[in-house]
């Protein structure tokens, strides 16, 4: 999938005037791709609709602290007088009320639906900065592999096929069993989100890694390259100048399809037990509670919920993104 | 004879299905043979050798299959706690104040493969348990007490190598322990499964699990470790030399590594006579039970030796002022605490003194009331955190094991509680595998990372106060390499008073000990006691002759019956 | 193709020692760094009575007193010619290929491993089937009818699908169709199929269906953009040009072309689930590798550990031999070499 | 209406609706061909010439292509025939050659499996009967030791042996009209020598009518008898070749023959392109289509701008041409103006 | 620049001239690596030992089929490849080996014209930026600033000094190649090697630039090196013609000349094959044409002796032996060199394979 210069507009530049004749007075502003793929993707309702649950994924995100504060309860805090004491479930089944929307957990009585609008935070941090890890890997030594080829291009191309050998949920979740409670000068949930933003952003590098690669490998091809290198400039030039602006599409377009992945991969870690520190909220946390009362669907509907629409959100935008930039792999 | 009140006439008994029906009577009595019951664990069985298996159901469990010299009577309700002669033909007798004990053996009683049980047999078991190697997980009580030659490695390792200064079998039918110092309730330690006898011959080592050959009622007829076993009859077991045991049904058939929710619905349909871990069922099925009378009908609720508790470690500031550990006392919502770990049903009994009720020796008392509704008493708190130095409250952290949902639970119970007088609790879960070895047990981490509370549980080999509090109170089973259970408890005094009980030869007397030292330890403020463990355990639909044994705290595996 | 095949194999066995020596460091020096000892390694083998002795006793017969080098020279002997463990009254020998010896279970690693393979089998040869039909059809039906109603809610259920955590959709379809309407089996209920077909049919439907639905979803969205990709083909516009009949030129030039690519993701799919579908195992607690993988992290049992991400990465390399030597049976232009 | 003509083309309008608006690809194409004639179309890239083609086969797809005309092949008419009956034509009465015999052809399936597939769709016969024909039909494109390159794939062809399999393929069940879409672009001068040659005999030798599309103004001198212009999705200019070529009354043609450096004349100074762009095919220019590139324009009076022209006829009789010019004007400025500076 | 070559006329007659650039012996094998090792296990012979020289202020036309060489050749001199073999000398320096950092100050005199002006413009960028590339690269100092600079190029290539701020997704094919070529002559260089530079254009658009380059020329006093595959565009545009065979020249030539009397049967089969836009002589053109038989050969692997000896029908048993040397033949001028054993004569009957058809005649 070549994202570069749309087939869409080509020679027939609908009023570009012939060459040599002024057009009025003032220089005319080229349109970039990069616009030319807003207005397109401003077209596209669905993927509009995911960008907008996206954006608004985030504010309830940040501000968690200020919905719950209307809402009037806090992610932590403990109702156990709704809780029935022997049965450890909410007294009425669910627990849901105008002050409880989502209703309460068993045994403990928190507020589900304080603990789903905190656990986005959690879900969506280490989703961001995870992808933004394995963006920073993968399309660095993408672009050191595609473009300088040769040994280091092959040492690189086996490491990632080393890493898509392991089997990588087993070995994230071995990784962040491991890994003591403080090291690396951090402790509690800022390492745990450290350590599984690195576990997550190592494990995904390759996926973005190879897409980097082989676009450079294509673009290392194009005659633009040859063009640069003929005028004398120097590697970095070629990589940073010519080649990385052609890159930032298919970076972007994966990293947008990679940050729904990470999310599930950060809601299975969780929900495998190597997740966040409790009591802190996170979806897949609150899942892996709700496999134990299983009988009480709210429990796990509300968290599974919110996982899915985020991601399947994020997806729709990625989707979007993806055709807007990329014309050719439009459906 | 170490119970404290005498109402084990134990056979009492009821048709009647209610709650706890099976508590305290035998439900469904009956002397039918035949039929096949069936049980399933959750997880795997740790072993099923009689010298290194460590579990209160496998010890239930295995009476089956071995006699071990002494045993707890098979009876409901305390009765249970009374030991009876079973390979043995009395209790110990001991002599030189309680430094040696000698048993006499039945005669005719023979194994699986008709060769008749000696002495030396025994003696050959409980020496090959001593080998940690081989079998690291099992009891360490035999080694510390009995009188080995210096160097003794088992009995493979120092083949040869004469050890009548330990035991003694002065002939086929006499065993003599000799112990370093005397202990009074030793017939507690020949009642463990150690003491089963073990042909030398058919030794295998840490093999021999795969095929323990029987002295008892049954024997092994399928063993796929890990996946499922099942027991026969063993035509060599001789109901004369036996007083204790029925053996109604004609097999046993135990899976394993069984989903914990399938146990329960299968209980509950019927299909499955036995969760034979017997820790009641999970919170899923509780609802469910508990909900509907007809099911809850069908449930006991017994109380087990086994208290969840708190250790609050006076190793970290500000916690190495008592008036601190005070304030956390007052400010624990028990009400709270009992409900992360299971509620009254599930859970426990609120606790507020180390030994639970079942053990004799316990005296009721509660040094820090939590006010009427049980939520704390919040203004003694703050009293005590001003006395502290701390009437802010203070920061600390929480050890909890990160497998275990109730403890993680309670962890967050306890934050928000403790959260009222302004003590800030921060969880740190640890993986279980390691949990005392490499944290909460382990002194110096505690200290470095400053784990002022730990989730702490503890339940008795045996009911008796040495069998429950001596890994629990004693300071000098605290390593400085980690891997102890106690983790809070450094009290001189009470080390003293252990010693001073242990010798004690008079059950009353050592009784009212036990007591003083629980007391002592609570002055101290160096545990919260949480709740004595009970569970709700589905009973047998097709089964006749069920009661809970109080010494194991689930049912009687000997006596079931197929109805 | 046959000095192919054997470069091919020669470099998958480096590349098991490599993943095999990354576990093996992982999980010797990430606790080592943490400040773990010999001795705390060896206390999660002993008992909660266990004496200072015995603890040492139990480092020094595991060898964590080794340099780490030992210790995994060691475990690699053990898997060439096999290992030896003193059982105390006897000495027991693991045969090659000997994946080392759990200290916690105290049992050989090889027969647990070949123990859970059929489970894990049974789940990803059962959910591929499904899959590959499902999603495949779906993804090319979608593609024909390219905006159709049909095509629309295809693939907005394809979407849903992808979005879906499988531990979701499993806890919601064993509420619904297991434990609310009974239909299907509960968790935790395998039958292994020399047992009883039916009722390994039956343990295993909701896991497949589970399974299947997220992997169905993403192949039929792989098959779609695959099928639109090729339909455009000039070599289609040939074949129509010819006079083929529509069908013809959908399923023999089209679908074929398509199906390609999505051989080689089909091949490394399975392959990883082969070594243990984690997720799914766990939700619906079957005893397959991947549920035996979690146990063993769970108890950090070393041995298991290494036994079975060894296993699961010999599946995705052996699958990944596997589909290159079919891509070059299947696309003439792929030479092998 | 049945048509006398064995091929007959009219008014034949296709166009595509896409997002930036409605593309016309072809707009009122008339045209007509016989049996055993070759007619050349020549043009611009864009200007029409594949969609023409692809129109004749019936293969645009009738979800994103608005046909509509009438094409009418040997007395049956395809624009409205249902899709089934085209079906039956396509590759059995009228067949196709494409410019990239590469991409053209399945890559997963043998050049002799691709042409047995061609002749079986058409022909109830076994398969070994359909491959001695394959066989036999690559033996005659020119293939050497055909027996056994039937079992290669394209891959393993040289770009010319390509071209040659695709001409097997289309002619192997003797289609009387044969459309080659710049059957030789790809290829270099000596092969393209080779298959016009062939492309050439083998009309002659089939007796069928050969519509041979491409922008090189030499090829379509080399074979054709009519010659086609187009612009802008319409025809510009129509007639045999040799007034085409010597007598043409389009600016638009004139304006590619000036384009050319021709081998077959003195070298020239400078060429005499045609200026400005090709027009985009959604916005065509008001008027005549050309007008902004036509350097004769102003003579019209500005009617080129405002008033389409019509196809009319021109000097010899079958030469058609669109240009408000008047006649003698263009006859003039062609002899007078043009021809000179061509041949200088 | 030279005074003396300032205004050169396009000349038909070449007057000897000083060699800009002089290739001697020019290799580049490209290896072909297998496995993970990276083990040689052959090589592409691209350009197989060529040599000719540019002069000052001429166009020598460099023409062949595909894959014989010529962009392997355009990159050689630039340097964009390291040659395996041989020398090149510019401007009286060996650039053959010269390292990237050495070689950064020539680049000035030498660009390159690419072939597709689809690729060859860096979709990201304005042409602002494209355009004003060398002279950031090169770090040159310009007079009002690098936009004037780049503003006066485009006028000088025939676009709008408003296009500075557009996309080159914007233009069509025959714009972008005049783009290209504003950012060739940013740096006012001594030679310029344009491959293929009107090839992808159509026939209308591509008179525009060769019409542009021609211009260039004189205005500039550049000498080009155009490599083409279309004889009678570089028939149109250069003063001496080099034909390329395998990663060979097989024959060199004043363009009148070659045109006129080529010796070579692959010259005189490749310009036979040319179609030629006149209906009238078609028949003609026929019986005269050359119709060569088989493939070009593959590179890795090429004919022993002379490599056209497979398609020829004047081969024998020498030219499987013995490389024919590029030579002035009988009666050629000291320009005209060719490498054949069996050249063909003025009068020479061309024995080409005829027409399938025996017909036409
Ligand atoms: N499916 C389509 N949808 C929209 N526009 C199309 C489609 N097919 C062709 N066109 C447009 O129709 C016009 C004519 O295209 P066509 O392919 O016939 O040109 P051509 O004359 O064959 O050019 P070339 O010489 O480049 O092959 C072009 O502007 C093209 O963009
Ligand atoms: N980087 C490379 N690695 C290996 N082989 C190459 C490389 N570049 C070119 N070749 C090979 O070298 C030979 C000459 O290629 P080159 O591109 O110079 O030919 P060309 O004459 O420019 O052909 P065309 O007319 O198709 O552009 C070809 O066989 C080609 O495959
Ligand atoms: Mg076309
Ligand atoms: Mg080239």
Same mark, same amino acid.
């Given at each position: ?331 | ?563 | ?137 779906? /993804?090319?039906?979608?593609? $024909?009818?390219?905006?159709?109603? *049909?095509?629309? %809610? @295809?693939? +907005?259920? &394809? ?10 959709? /499993?806890?919601?379809?064993? $509420?619904?169709?297991?434990?609310? *309407?009974?239909? %299907? @089996?509960? +968790?935790? &209920? ?15 439907? $909701? ?131 | ?344 | ?361």
């Amino acid at each position: 999938m070549v994202v570069g210069p749309g087939t869409a507009v080509t020679d027939q530049g609908p009023e570009s005037p012939e060459p040599g004749t002024p057009q009025g007075g003032k220089t005319i502003e080229g349109r970039s791709l990069g616009r030319i793929a807003w207005t397109r993707l401003k077209r596209d309702k669905v993927a509009m609709a995911g960008g907008g649950v996206v954006v608004f994924l985030i504010l309830v995100a940040i501000f968690a602290p200020l919905i719950t504060k209307i809402t009037g309860n806090s992610p932590n805090d403990f109702h156990q007088d709704l809780i029935d004491v022997n049965t450890l479930l909410p007294k009425g089944g669910t627990g849901m009320s105008g002050d409880h929307l989502f209703g309460v957990e068993p045994l403990n009585g928190r507020d589900i639906f304080a603990r789903v609008v905190y656990g986005s935070r959690i879900s969506l941090l280490i989703a961001f900065l995870a992808t933004m890890l394995s963006v920073v890997i993968g399309a660095t030594l993408g672009v050191v592999a595609g473009f300088f080829g040769g040994w280091v291009d092959a040492l690189i191309s086996r490491t990632m096929d080393v890493f898509l050998a392991f089997p990588l949920l087993v070995f994230a979740i071995a990784l962040a069993g491991v890994v003591p409670d403080a090291a690396f000068g951090l402790s509690g949930n800022g390492l745990r989100i450290a350590l599984l933003v690195f576990i997550i952003g190592v494990v995904s590098w390759p996926y973005i890694g190879r897409i980097v690669r082989g676009q450079t490998l294509s673009l290392r091809e194009r005659e633009f390259v040859d063009a640069a290198r003929s005028l004398g400039a120097r590697s970095p030039y070629i990589i940073f100048k010519e080649l990385l602006p052609n890159l930032v599409a298919p970076i972007l377009i994966y990293a947008t399809l990679l940050i729904p992945t990470n999310i599930l991969f950060e809601a299975s870690l969780s929900f495998l037990g190597v997740g966040i520190r409790p009591p802190t909220a996170s979806w897949g946390g609150m899942l892996s509670e709700a496999a134990r009362f299983y009988t009480v669907w709210h429990f796990m509907f509300f968290p599974g919920m919110a996982i899915f629409i985020t991601v399947l959100a994020f997806n729709l935008f990625g989707d979007g993104l993806r055709d807007a930039l990329d014309p050719k792999g439009r459906r | 004879a170490c119970g404290g009140n005498d109402d084990s006439n134990g056979n009492e008994t009821t048709t009647k299905a209610e709650f706890n029906a099976a508590l305290t009577k035998v439900f469904n009595p009956s002397d039918k043979k035949g039929g096949t019951i069936r049980m399933a664990n959750a997880g795997d069985w740790d072993t099923l050798d009689p010298g290194e298996t460590y579990y209160g159901y496998s010890w239930d469990f295995l009476r089956l299959y071995g006699r071990s010299l002494v045993m707890f009577k098979p009876a409901p309700g305390k009765g249970s706690n009374e030991l009876v002669p079973d390979l043995a033909e009395s209790l110990g007798t001991p002599s030189d104040g309680g430094k040696t004990w000698t048993y006499k053996i039945r005669k005719g009683v023979k194994y699986e493969d008709g060769t008749e049980v000696k002495a030396a047999d025994v003696k050959y078991a409980v020496l090959r348990s001593t080998d940690k190697e081989t079998f690291p997980n099992g009891p360490a009580y035999f080694e510390a007490f009995l009188n080995l030659p210096d160097g003794y490695k088992g009995p493979y390792k120092s083949k040869g190598m004469n050890t009548d200064q330990a035991i003694s079998t002065p002939d086929d039918y006499t065993i003599v322990f000799h112990l370093k110092q005397a202990f009074g309730g030793f017939d507690y330690m020949a009642q463990l499964s150690q003491t089963v006898p073990v042909p030398e011959a058919k030794d295998t080592g840490a093999k021999y699990k795969e095929h323990v050959i029987s002295s008892g009622p049954y024997m092994f007829d399928q063993n796929n470790l890990g996946k499922n076993f099942s027991l026969k009859r063993n035509p060599n077991w001789d109901a004369s030399t036996d007083p204790n045991r029925k053996a109604l049904p004609d097999r046993y058939e135990v899976a394993l590594n069984v989903n914990a929710d399938d146990i329960d619905n299968r209980l509950i349909s019927g299909d499955l006579d036995v969760d034979v871990v017997g820790t009641g069922v999970q919170p899923a099925a509780l609802g469910r039970v508990v909900g509907d009378p007809a099911l809850k009908a069908q449930t006991d609720n017994p109380v087990l030796a086994r208290l969840w508790y708190t250790s609050i470690n006076p190793t970290v500031a500000p916690l190495d002022n008592i008036e601190c550990r005070k304030a956390v006392l007052y400010a624990e919502d028990r009400t709270g605490y009992q409900t992360a770990y299971g509620g009254p049903l599930a859970g426990g009994d609120i606790a507020t003194t180390l030994l639970p009720p079942a053990i004799p020796g316990y005296q009721k008392f509660d040094l820090y009331p939590a006010g009427p509704d049980n939520k704390g008493d919040l203004a003694k708190a703050k009293e005590a955190l001003t006395k502290c130095g701390q009437p802010n409250g203070f920061a600390t952290n929480m050890a909890y094991r990160a497998e275990r949902p109730k403890e993680k639970a309670t962890a967050e119970a306890l934050q928000q509680s403790l959260a009222r007088v302004g003590i800030k609790l921060t969880l740190k879960p640890y993986p279980q595998g390691d949990y005392f070895s490499a944290y909460a047990g382990n002194p110096p981490f505690v200290v470095k990372n400053k784990l002022g509370l730990l989730t702490n549980g503890w339940g008795a080999d045996w009911n008796d106060g040495f069998g429950f509090l001596s890994q629990m109170v004693d300071s000098r089973v605290i390593r400085e390499t980690g891997g102890s259970s106690n983790t809070s408890v450094r009290i001189p005094e009470v080390d003293t008073m252990l010693d001073q009980a242990i010798v004690e030869t008079d059950a009353d007397k050592r009784n009212a000990m036990w007591g003083a030292i629980d007391k002592r330890v609570m002055e101290e403020a160096v545990i919260m006691p949480g709740i004595d463990a009970k569970s709700l355990m589905i009973r047998p639909k097709n089964l006749t002759n069920v009661f809970i044994s109080e010494a194991y705290g689930m049912y009687d595996y000997l006596s079931l019956g197929v109805a | 193709m046959i000095t192919y095949i054997i470069r091919r194999l020669f470099a998958a066995v480096v590349l098991l020692f490599i993943v095999s020596a990354v576990t093996f460091a992982i999980f010797y020096l990430v606790p080592r760094l943490a400040g773990a000892t010999p001795e705390t390694l060896a206390t999660r083998y002993v008992g909660r009575a266990a004496t200072p002795e015995t603890v040492s006793l139990i480092a020094h017969k595991l060898g964590f007193y080794d340099p780490i080098w030992v210790q995994y020279g060691r475990w690699i002997k053990g898997i060439f010619v096999g290992a030896d463990y003193n059982l105390g009254a006897s000495v027991d020998h693991c045969p090659a290929p000997c994946f080392g010896y759990s200290f916690i279970t105290r049992e050989p690693v090889w027969p647990d491993l070949v123990d859970r393979l059929p489970v894990t089998l049974s789940l990803a040869v059962g959910a591929s089937i499904l899959w590959a039909v499902f999603g495949v059809s779906i /993804g090319a039906v979608s593609a $024909l009818r390219r905006g159709s109603l *049909l095509d629309r %809610t @295809a693939m +907005g259920f &394809s979407l849903a699908g992808v979005s879906l955590p499988i531990f979701f959709t /499993g806890m919601i379809g064993l $509420l619904v169709f297991s434990y609310t *309407l009974k239909w %299907t @089996a509960v +968790g935790g &209920s395998y039958t292994p199929f020399t047992q009883n077909p039916a009722d390994w049919f039956y343990s295993l439907l $909701l896991p497949w269906i589970v399974l299947a639905l997220q992997f169905s979803a993403q192949y039929a969205r792989l098959t779609r953009a695959g099928m639109l990709e090729t339909m455009g083909e000039d070599y289609i516009r040939t074949a129509r040009a010819k006079g083929l009949p529509e069908r013809a030129v959908t399923t023999r030039h089209g679908l074929r072309a398509a199906l390609t690519p999505i051989l080689t993701i089909f091949g490394l799919d399975v392959g990883l689930l082969l070594g243990g579908a984690v997720l799914t195992e766990t939700v619906f607690s079957l005893p397959g590798l991947g549920k035996y993988a979690i146990d063993a992290i769970t108890n950090n049992d070393l041995p298991k550990v290494l036994g079975v991400t060894l296993m699961a990465a010999f599946f995705v390399i052996i699958a990944n031999l596997i589909v290159d030597l079919l891509y070059a049976v299947v696309d003439p232009r792929v030479r092998l070499g | 209406m049945a048509s006398d003509a064995f091929l007959e083309v009219r008014d034949l309008r296709i166009s595509f609706p896409t997002d930036d608006g409605l593309v016309r690809s072809v707009d009122g194409l008339t045209f007509t061909l016989e049996r055993g004639k070759t007619l050349g179309i020549v043009g611009e890239s864009g200007s029409g010439k594949s969609v023409t083609s692809l129109g004749i086969l019936g293969l645009h797809n009738r979800r994103n292509a608005e046909v509509s005309g009438e094409i009418w092949l040997d007395g049956q008419e395809l624009v409205g025939a249902s899709p089934d009956t085209v079906r039956g034509l396509r590759g059995n009465k009228m067949a196709m050659i494409f410019q990239d015999p590469l991409s053209s052809m399945h890559p997963y399936y043998t050049v002799g499996a691709q042409i047995v597939e061609a002749y079986r769709v058409h022909n109830r016969v076994s398969k070994q009967v359909a491959r001695k024909h394959a066989i036999d039909m690559l033996g005659r494109v020119g293939i050497p030791q055909p027996d056994r390159r039937v079992d290669d794939y394209p891959h393993q062809f040289s770009g010319g042996m390509r071209q040659r399999a695709m001409i097997a393929m289309a002619l192997v069940n003797d289609p009387e009209l044969l459309i080659a879409d710049e059957p030789t672009t790809a290829l270099d001068v000596t092969v393209q020598a080779q298959i016009l040659d062939l492309m050439h005999s083998l009309q002659e030798e089939f007796d069928s009518a050969l519509i041979i599309i491409t922008h090189d103004l030499g090829v379509v001198a080399e074979l054709s008898d009519d010659v086609l212009v187009m612009y802008g999705g319409k025809c510009v200019e129509y007639g045999p070749a040799t007034t085409i070529f010597e007598q043409p009354e389009h600016p638009y043609t004139w304006g590619l023959l000036g384009s050319m450096p021709r081998m077959d004349r003195p070298n020239l100074d400078r060429l005499s392109p045609i200026p400005g762009l090709p027009p985009s095919m959604i916005n065509l220019p008001s008027g005549c289509a050309f007008h902004p590139r036509c350097a004769y324009e102003p003579r019209t009076g500005g009617l080129a701008t405002t008033l389409t022209p019509e196809l009319v006829p021109a000097a010899g009789g079958r030469h058609l041409v669109r240009c408000h010019l008047p006649a003698q004007e263009r006859r003039r400025i062609w002899t007078d103006e043009v021809k000179p500076e061509l041949e200088a | 620049m030279d005074e003396h070559h300032g205004s050169a006329q396009a000349a038909t007659e070449t007057r000897p001239r000083e060699a800009l650039l002089s290739v001697r012996d020019l290799q580049k094998h490209f290896p072909i690596v297998k496995g993970i090792l990276r083990r040689q296990t052959g090589a592409v012979r691209a350009v197989d030992g060529i040599s000719f020289d540019v002069h000052k202020g001429e166009t020598l036309g460099l023409v062949g089929e595909s894959g014989c060489g010529k962009t392997t050749t355009g990159r050689l001199l630039t340097r964009l490849v390291e040659p395996t073999g041989g020398s090149i000398t510019f401007d009286g320096r060996n650039i053959a080996h010269l390292r990237q950092g050495r070689l950064r100050p020539l680049r000035r005199d030498m660009q390159m014209i690419f072939q597709d002006p689809f690729s060859s413009l860096n979709p990201r960028h304005t042409v602002g930026t494209i355009v004003g590339a060398p002279l950031r690269i090169q770090n040159v100092k310009t007079e009002h600033g690098v936009k004037r600079a780049v503003q006066d190029l485009l006028k000088l290539v025939g676009l709008s000094p408003e296009h500075y701020n557009r996309y080159p997704h914007e233009f069509s094919g025959g714009q972008r190649q005049r783009i290209g070529i504003a950012r060739t002559l940013a740096l006012r260089p001594k030679l310029i090697v344009a491959d293929e530079p009107v090839s992808a254009l159509d026939v209308s658009i591509q008179a525009q630039v060769v019409n542009l380059l021609d211009d260039l020329q004189h205005e500039l006093d550049l000498t080009y090196v155009f490599i083409a595959h279309d004889l009678s565009v570089v028939r149109h545009i250069s003063d001496r013609v080099a034909v390329m065979y395998l990663g060979k020249i097989v024959e060199v030539a004043n363009r009148d000349t070659l045109y006129s009397d080529p010796r070579h049967p692959y010259t005189v089969a490749l310009m036979s094959a040319v179609p030629v836009p006149d209906p009238a002589r078609r028949d003609r053109a026929q019986r005269e044409r050359v119709l060569l038989t088989g493939d070009v050969p593959s590179p890795i692997n090429p004919p022993s002796g002379c490599r056209f000896r497979t398609r020829c029908w004047k081969a024998q048993e020498i030219c499987a032996t013995q490389e024919p040397p590029l030579v002035p033949q009988d009666g050629d001028p000291d320009s005209h060199l060719t490498a054949c054993h069996f050249p063909v004569g003025r009068d020479d009957e061309i024995k080409g394979r005829r027409s399938a058809d025996k017909r036409l005649g």
